[in-house]
């Protein structure tokens, strides 16, 4: 064999491993949840086996679920952007920072070493009607009851917040880190104020680890279907809580493989977005 | 000293003879996808070869007091008696472990504690049950037989399962807010009392909350004739609770840190409340909702050694112990066993052992209608 087929080769053979394993279990289960959306439950739990497309029928022309992933999409927005303001500054203060950068770093990693679940029940203990908050309202005498804070769209958002300002830091970090210093120097010089600079250098510069935390963020938490489970009122429903009570309480695994394919297409279509226009390697460098 | 040769340690070798030079890349790759597809090929027949020889068991229930109880008392003597392993897994609800069974391999799933006969239906419906050899379980004729005769009803006179306790899913309140007296007056319709709106808990299982709309609207839950009526009355109950708990562990965290004032209940749960010195009241309001469960046997399992369990389980003196633990009441016949002094005391519990108090879910009734209405819950619990 030649030393031009054994380069050409040699790729594959190392990328192998990793091919098996995203074929074995990612490409297989999904060819599986995408004919099992064409069969039917029957009344006992069991599935009939065919091609029917009312599974299909019923999530695309159903308002119900228009509504609930309509919903789901307005609280991942709406994390992403909080995510977003609150993530940037941390962000920036790491990668600017003087002293031990590591250290930082590890702080910033260390609530992953805990159990999301466990993180997420923790907002019950903060902000229940016995938490520390209203614990610490009472002692201080600015309430005498308890305020209903929690089971509400706004802890699912807080919750979910929780869980993903890590990784929007991360990515922001990984791209205003790159950013030269002189480039901020060299504003200055020229005549810009410290704030012009940020805002004509750094921020621009900064902006494709800004979206690549925006993309990762609205995308998990567009997934998630546990915070609203834990922290969410009756009627506070994620999609994903959707494919969950389908497969799960309905036993329709059917109807839900066809939701949980409707979800994969929108963010999939997100990600495509993302990657026609900013491309995913700043992705990989955020999550590296 | 010699090593033992496991398969990490045929790894390591390999590797090491790899490093070294002393094999091709290509034979250690070769090598280890081979290794890697005897595994994967063999892993499946395994437990053929095994069956023989059972070392351990896995059931799974409902957590918390309840799998405590069932550990300390029933399984750490069982496994020190007969040396097989027993393996618990715990479950949020009898839904979520069905579909865990569904997606599962033969064999995979041995012993489940399922909640209600309607469970037990529809795993026969599924042809997941099995048949027990009565003969190795002469414990069972100690438990209640009305209990017995309605699982041999579902699969033609035999049994893929024991009964093993029994309990209610009643009302539960705070008596710091909630006086005895208004519950005996409101009853079932205290969960849509508007003056307690965001003090209102309730179970998210359709189920539960069909069969307690149905009281809410004085109809037979066994047999409701109006049911825009019930889902109206589940919508008021939505519109009005804080959060539809999904756990026993979850439903005495919010009655506990007063969360919530008022929700239905599982009457062991509130129980142990109660021994922890909660003021919890409880109540089962007219027609409540009575269920038993039962130890079931799922198809492909070891049957003589789960039905060596089964019968350690029902042997008179580890079911009182726990049930003690769990707070229900046992299968066991109250006629035939002395059940001690703190099973009497128990909510639920039925001196005469024939049961006539409590209201069952009618199996046939709830099965046939469980796609229709757990879809539609589904919908009305998230605002619809």
New interface residues.
């Given amino acids: 064999m030649s030393v031009e087929a054994r380069e050409a080769r040699q790729p594959w053979?190392l990328l192998s491993p990793a091919l098996t394993a995203v074929t074995l279990l990612l490409f297989i289960p999904l060819i599986f949840i995408v004919i099992y959306s064409f069969w039917l439950?029957t009344?006992?739990?069991?599935e009939q086996v065919g091609f029917y497309l009312d599974n299909w029928r019923e999530v695309l022309s159903d308002r119900?679920y228009r509504d609930?992933l309509l919903n789901t999409l307005k609280i991942a927005a709406i994390t992403t952007v909080v995510c977003a303001l609150m993530g940037y500054p941390a962000a920036y203060f790491i990668a600017r920072a003087r002293g031990n950068k590591a250290i930082l770093l590890l702080l910033l990693m260390l609530p992953f070493w805990i159990s999301y679940i466990i993180r997420t029940m923790s907002w019950?203990n903060i902000l229940?009607?016995?938490g520390a908050f209203n614990s610490a309202m009472i002692w201080i005498g600015l309430i005498d009851e308890p305020i209903?804070m929690?089971?509400n769209e706004t802890t699912v958002i807080l919750g979910l917040v929780h869980f993903l300002l890590p990784f929007m830091i991360l990515n922001v970090f990984v791209s205003v880190d790159g950013i030269d210093t002189n480039l901020e120097d060299a504003a200055n010089s020229l005549g810009a104020t410290r704030w012009q600079a940020f805002v004509q250098v750094t921020l621009p510069l900064s902006l494709p680890g800004l979206a690549a935390g925006g993309l990762l963020c609205f995308v998990l938490g567009a997934g998630t279907y546990i915070t609203p489970?834990i922290l969410g009122?009756?009627?506070d429903?994620m999609f994903a809580n959707?494919v969950f009570?389908?497969?799960?309480?309905?036993?329709?695994w059917p109807l839900g493989s066809a939701l949980s394919l409707m979800l994969l297409a929108v963010l999939g279509g997100l990600v495509l977005i993302y990657n026609h226009y900013l491309g995913m390697s700043q992705l990989a460098k955020g999550l590296g | 000293m010699t090593r033992k040769m496991d398969n990490t340690t045929r790894y390591e070798r390999l590797r090491e003879r790899y490093m070294n030079g002393d094999l091709e890349r290509r034979s250690f790759?070769g090598l280890l996808g081979a290794a890697g597809l005897a595994y994967g090929v063999q892993t499946p027949f395994a437990k053929f070869a095994h069956a023989a020889n059972v070392s351990e068991v896995r059931f799974d229930g409902w957590g918390g007091v309840v799998s405590e109880a069932l550990r300390e008392n029933a399984f750490e003597p069982f496994e020190k008696e007969t040396g097989i392993e027993v393996v618990d897994g715990t479950f949020g609800?009898g839904?979520?472990y069905?579909?865990r069974v569904?997606a599962s391999q033969p064999g995979e799933y041995n012993i489940a504690h399922l909640s209600g006969v309607f469970d037990y239906a529809?795993y026969h419906?599924?042809g997941l049950t099995t048949t027990l050899n009565e003969d190795n379980i002469p414990n069972l004729q100690y438990v209640i037989p009305k209990l017995v005769d309605v699982f041999r009803n579902v699969t033609d006179g035999k049994l893929s399962c024991v009964p093993y306790d029994y309990g209610t899913t009643g009302l539960a309140y705070n008596r710091k807010h909630v006086s005895d007296e208004e519950m005996k007056e409101k009853g079932a319709r205290i969960l849509i009392d508007e003056n307690l709106e965001?003090k209102i808990g309730g179970w998210g299982d359709?189920r539960t909350r069909i069969w307690y709309a149905a009281l809410q609207t004085g109809q037979d839950p066994n047999n409701a004739t109006d049911m825009e009526a019930i889902w109206d009355a589940i919508r008021t109950h939505?519109?009005l609770?804080?959060?539809?708990w999904?756990s026993g562990a979850e439903l005495m965290?919010l009655l506990a840190?007063?969360?919530i004032y008022v929700t239905e209940g599982w009457s062991g749960r509130i129980y142990a409340l109660q021994e922890q010195g909660h003021d919890i009241g409880y109540m089962d309001p007219p027609n409540g909702y009575g269920w038993q469960e039962c130890m079931f046997v799922i198809k492909g399992s070891p049957m003589e050694a789960c039905e060596e369990l089964l019968n350690f389980m029902l042997e008179p003196q580890t079911a009182i112990a726990v049930a003690e633990g769990q707070n229900y009441p046992p299968a066991l016949d109250p006629n035939k066993v002395d059940l001690g002094d703190k099973i009497p005391k128990l909510p639920a519990f039925d001196p005469t052992g024939k049961l006539d108090g409590l209201t069952f879910a009618d199996p046939a009734y709830w099965?046939?209608n469980?796609?229709e209405w757990?879809?539609k819950f589904?919908?009305i619990?998230?605002?619809?």
């Fill in positions: 053979i439950r009344a006992t739990g069991a119900f609930i019950i229940g009607v016995s209903q929690l089971y489970l009122g009756p009627t429903a959707l009570e389908a497969i799960i309480t309905q036993l329709n | 790759l609800g839904d979520e069905l579909s569904k529809r419906n599924l965001g359709w939505r519109d609770a804080l959060k539809y999904g965290s840190e007063e969360e099965n046939g469980e796609g757990s879809k589904g919908r619990q998230k605002g619809y």
